[in-house]
Nanobody, 121 residues
Framework: QVQLVESGGGLVQAGGSLTLSCAAS???????MGWFRQAPGKEREFVAL????????YYSDSVKGRSTISRDSARNTVNLQINSLKPEDTAVYYC???????????????WGQGTQVTVSS
């Protein structure tokens, strides 16, 4: 069983940047590590994914070009930096690990509790 703890959320002005972090514990090895988000009244949506070796990354169209996902496999952590933040980026961001990547969709095995990101206009 892996435990995931997110950090780095908060209140940010539009146009600013934010880096979210997630630490995995309870198991020393994880394959995929990724992020989802859920805005009020909306379904949870995929944001970004990185593979085991950090050699491949995938992004949703909503953050592509202004986000970077990275991982430290030795420490079992994953970061998500989002630049040029917009009010529509406001959501609870969830870390997720392992599971299956179909090539277009990610089905994680484990989820974090989430961290709130609020972008003010």
């Amino acid at each position: 069983q892996v435990q995931l703890v997110e950090s780095g959320g908060g209140l940010v002005q539009a146009g600013g940047s934010l880096t979210l972090s997630c630490a995995a514990s309870g198991r020393t090895f994880t394959t995929y590590m990724g992020w989802f988000r859920q805005a009020p009244g909306k379904e949870r949506e995929f944001v970004a994914l990185i593979n085991r070796y950090g050699s491949r990354t995938y992004y949703s169209d909503s953050v592509k070009g202004r986000s970077t996902i990275s991982r430290d496999s030795a420490r079992n952590t994953v970061n998500l930096q989002i630049n040029s933040l917009k009010p529509e980026d406001t959501a609870v961001y969830y870390c997720a690990v392992d599971g299956h990547w179909s090539g277009t969709r990610y089905y994680p095995d484990s989820w974090g509790q989430g961290t709130q990101v609020t972008v003010s206009s």
